[in-house]
């Protein structure tokens, strides 16, 4: 595990926004993974890093132990921890996911 470890991390500080999902930008395999890509473009956000949970069982698992999150999709902004679908949903209802995004 402590190879993932690093991958994620690496993937994390490596780009703006990151994006642990099932599936794809442009096929999503969820729900709830369709709602955060679905929000990100009403924030106009086009440059984003994706990570595909479904393609990698150690990411998938990974990704929950490097968060202490139980569920994907996961959202980081800036190396940080944002949440899930229903945080990321709050947060742009409430106007602070697009600041944080400015």
Not at 8 to 29: A, C, D, E, N, R
């Amino acid at each position: 595990m402590p190879d993932v470890q690093e991958k994620i991390k690496q993937q994390i500080s490596g780009h703006k926004i990151v994006l642990y999902m099932k599936g794809t930008s442009k096929f999503p395999m969820c729900g709830f993974s369709g709602r955060v890509l679905k929000i990100l473009s009403a924030c106009d956000v086009k440059d984003f890093f994706t990570v595909n949970v479904l393609e990698d069982e150690e990411i998938r698992q990974g990704i929950k132990e490097y968060s202490n999150w139980p569920t994907v999709p996961q959202l980081y902004i800036n190396g940080q921890f944002i949440g899930g679908s229903d945080i990321v949903a709050e947060m742009y209802e409430s106007g602070e996911l697009q600041q944080l995004l400015q």
